[in-house]
């Protein structure tokens, strides 16, 4: 039988994902809801073959649109998915576990790692891993926070952390990571002038330069191979980005006629 489990995903255009998802949890939960801002593909037909039910809400933003999906949950539990994520064995072994044993009645939430598929090969060290995650919440203690560029999940009460990682596919190639640079670049400017915060040549330097070595030196990205290499120069070169989109924005209003 199914647990008193409801698993939350929001939804846009991804029948190149939803199925390996919901495939790795089948079986777990008595619920499965899908919130779909306008899929024009086949994402609501997969969702309705695993027997989910499928909500329709116009997007609001990451964190919004999945306490909508939050929301309409009705099981005692929450697991909350994205798309492009996948249960290893062992994380769903984990969550079996927490929800057949004691812990489900000691704890409010539980935390996982989540690994990213990257250049052919898990990515196991660097900024990427273990990237943990709060994603099975008792769903009374559960609410949404964060922003348009990170959502999470907060839980008022006791949490734990779980054997077992939740996979990612959330770059199938370099491309798709370098189309992600500017809208991040966005929103960071619009936090920095929001905070009033002032360019800085220090911080505009040196914010790459430590993210660089802090991902390849401090957390090993080095034993990643040329994929650890690349994330490392990836992320230090986002970081110049973003901070240099300040210079951009301030250089702008002080010559503008």
């Known amino acids: 039988m199914p647990f008193p489990l409801s698993i939350a995903i929001t939804a846009l255009n991804e029948e190149a994902n939803l199925a390996r998802c919901l495939k790795s949890a ?22 309705r073959e695993f027997g989910a039910r499928a909500v329709h809400q116009d997007w609001l933003g990451h964190s919004r649109q999945k306490q909508v999906a939050l929301d309409h949950c009705t099981q005692e539990w929450v697991l909350v998915l994205d798309c492009d994520e996948e249960l290893s ?19 409010d939430g539980a935390w996982c790692s989540r690994k990213v598929w990257f250049l ?4 196991t060290h660097g900024d990427w891993y273990p990237d943990r995650k709060l994603r099975l919440v008792r769903r009374a203690k559960a609410r949404m926070s964060g922003d348009d560029a990170h959502d999470a999940v907060e839980v008022s009460g006791a949490t734990t952390l779980l054997a077992g990682d939740l996979h ?9 990571y370098i189309e992600k640079i500017n809208g991040f670049a966005d929103l ?37 191979g040329f994929p650890g290499l690349w994330i490392a120069v990836a992320t230090a070169f986002f970081a110049f980005v973003r901070y240099s989109r300040k210079y951009e924005d301030e250089a702008e209003v002080s010559t503008r006629p």
């Open 89 to 107: 064995p062992q994380l769903r072994a984990s969550v079996t576990a927490f929800l057949e044993g004691s812990l489900a009645k000691e704890h």
């Open 120 to 123: 052919g090969r898990w990515i």
């Open 26 to 47: 089948a079986g777990l939960a008595a619920e499965i809801v899908v919130v779909d801002s306008g899929s024009t593909d086949r994402t609501l037909d997969i969702a």
């Open 188 to 224: 960071f400017l619009q936090k920095q002038k929001a905070a009033g915060v002032r360019w800085s040549l220090t911080a505009n330097v040196a914010r790459p330069a430590w993210r660089f070595f802090r991902a390849y030196v401090l957390r090993r990205g080095f034993l990643d």
């Open 168 to 176: 990612h596919y959330s770059f199938p190639s370099i491309n798709r």
